[in-house]
């Protein structure tokens, strides 16, 4: 039995090590997709039975689209991504190859909330001119900025409440925020934990702080876009650490150069590592460079996730846990 690696383990060493007793631990050579494909295409890789993969390592592959999917040796049937959002692989083209996708939902709660926290602070304060100020030698800048807002007291509207934006709940709670979310789902009592449920359209007229929490997919591809942002209290801060598209970029950048929108606190954007020129320009944006989960822990843990799955796979022959899209097959 083998196990494809795509990408590096850069914490879990010795966890990743001990699988040598269950299978091959075999990479491959390629270095770019095309490469790939056609190491695939090779029967170099055949008889692997599970890959375990990075975010990053769609450097080297691409997607995992149906094109790819389609060329993975016949072997394969489980693929264990790194990374809570799977938006990378077309998990409706691997349940039509038979392949099942675990992911690392959890581990990446706490730090990605984090974050959050960190961008609702720093775009209800407005600190980013003064922060670029300050670099130029222009103290808090001239003229001075706006006057920012403090948390307590104002709507937190969460677009999304899974693992994550409960995990930013609590945290806006301990600074007197008042809690409102929308989601597919109504939540259980408990799980919403004293959080008001409201429609897509009442979480938009009617949240000052509005947090994307929610996966990207097909069905929530631009979810926020000009139609949107009209819906949304003007003067609104909007704070994203799910994934870039799931927001109109540059229709965000037409909500925050007519004032509209006050200011956003980002983490991800449409076309990573690109930023929209807008958003550069404009210093009401806090930028941070998609640092959601970059903590040592954090890493840690969901390398530990992952390949907990991987030995799963070699020991029972099933995932620990699958993403939603397979949890019924
Ligand atoms: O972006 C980070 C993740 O999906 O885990």
Request: net charge negative; proline share 5%.
């Amino acid at each position: 039995m083998k196990v494809l690696l795509l990408g590096e383990i850069e914490h879990a060493h010795e966890s990743w090590s001990s699988l040598q007793t269950l299978a091959e631990l075999a990479s491959p050579r390629a270095r770019h997709r095309a490469e790939f494909v056609k190491e695939c295409k090779s029967g170099q890789l055949d008889g692997a039975l599970v890959i375990y993969r990075t975010f990053d390592s769609v450097d080297i592959t691409g997607r995992f689209d149906e094109e790819l999917v389609n060329v993975l040796p016949e072997s394969i049937k489980f693929v264990c991504h790194n990374g809570a959002g799977y938006d990378q692989i077309d998990v409706h083209a691997c349940t039509r190859r038979g392949i099942k996708v675990s992911n690392t939902p959890h581990a990446v709660n706490n730090s990605t909330a984090d974050v959050n926290m960190f961008l609702i602070l720093g775009a209800l304060r407005r600190f980013n001119p003064s922060i670029s100020a300050l670099r130029q030698g222009n103290w808090r800048g001239h003229p001075p900025p706006p006057l920012g807002h403090d948390p307590e007291g104002k709507v937190l509207g969460i677009l999304g409440m899974g693992g994550i934006g409960r995990n930013l709940k609590k945290k806006a709670e301990a600074f007197s925020m008042k809690i409102i979310y929308h989601n597919r789902k109504k939540l259980s009592s408990e799980l919403a934990a004293g959080a008001e449920y409201v429609s897509f359209d009442e979480l938009l007229a009617t949240s000052d702080v509005i947090s994307l929490n929610l996966p990207l997919n097909n069905d929530t591809r631009h979810k926020i876009s000009t139609r949107e942002f009209e819906k949304m209290k003007k003067g609104v801060v909007i704070v994203n650490t799910a994934r870039g598209a799931v927001m109109d970029e540059s229709a965000l950048v037409k909500a925050l150069d007519s004032g509209h929108v006050a200011s956003v606190g980002l983490d991800v954007y449409e076309n990573e590592p690109q930023i929209d020129p807008g958003l550069l320009a404009n210093p009401h944006v806090l930028l941070v460079p998609h640092m959601g989960t970059y903590t040592v822990e954090t890493q840690a843990a969901m390398e530990e996730m992952s390949i907990s799955n991987v030995r799963c796979v070699l020991e029972r022959g099933h995932l620990r846990n699958v993403v939603p899209e397979h949890c019924e097959l």
